[in-house]
């Protein structure tokens, strides 16, 4: 992956994010992995809050999935 690519930093991102929201069912989330995909996003060159925005409610709608298949 290349440094200059902002979607796949943001879908870094939102995998990493995912694993945090659902660590209390699977166990502990690699947290550092998710410090480090959000310094990423944050400051590449085409950051904007509305990217970032996306990308938390794109993993919290992930975690919801992933809420609905266990349950």
Same mark, same amino acid.
Do not use: K
């Given at each position: 992956m290349s440094p200059t690519?902002?979607? !796949?930093?943001?879908?870094?991102?939102?995998s990493a994010l995912t694993e945090v929201? *659902?660590?209390? !069912?699977?166990?502990?989330?690699?947290?550092?992995r998710f410090?480090?995909?959000? *310094?990423a996003v944050k400051k590449?060159?085409?950051y904007s809050e509305h990217a970032y925005f996306l990308a938390?409610?794109?993993a919290f709608k992930n975690w919801e999935a992933m809420q609905n298949v266990g349950g």
């Open positions: 690519d902002f979607s !796949a930093l943001c879908h870094e991102f939102t929201f *659902a660590e209390n !069912a699977v166990g502990l989330a690699r947290r550092g410090a480090r995909a959000r *310094a590449h060159p085409d938390v409610e794109t």
